[in-house]
């Protein structure tokens, strides 16, 4: 199983130490989306970070997606299974995940983005 992506990114960091808290092995690939645009595409033709390619080939993109997948193949969860405490989990989970979207937003417009 490969993880393609910059450890540079929230959102890979977050796969990458789920993976390794739940003990499933895998390979970092470390591919930019912007300074490695044609060999990330040839890999996921959506470009996205992170892009997780399992043994059989099959790509899975966007990290909650991938923990859910994880998760599975692990057969546990690094979230409380009881409901209550799964919500404040998940509600703090939430700001976090926003708060990562709109600082890689800021960073793309004002240090990425051509003129």
Do not use: W
Not at 59 to 80: F, G, K
Not at 89 to 100: F, Q, T
């Amino acid at each position: 199983m490969q993880l393609i992506g910059m450890l540079d990114s929230p959102f890979v960091r977050r796969v990458a130490i789920t993976l390794d808290l739940l003990d499933i092995p895998f390979e970092h690939k470390a591919l930019s989306v912007f300074r490695n645009f044609d060999a990330f595409a040839a890999i996921n033709p959506v470009v996205k970070a992170p892009t997780l390619v399992l043994d059989d080939g099959t790509v899975l993109m966007d990290s909650t997606l991938i923990l859910e997948y994880a998760e599975a193949l692990a057969a546990r969860s690094l979230l409380p299974a009881a409901p209550a405490p799964r919500a404040q989990a998940l509600r703090a989970i939430g700001p976090a995940l926003a708060a990562c979207e709109k600082t890689a937003q800021v960073v793309y417009e004002y240090q990425l983005r051509p003129p």
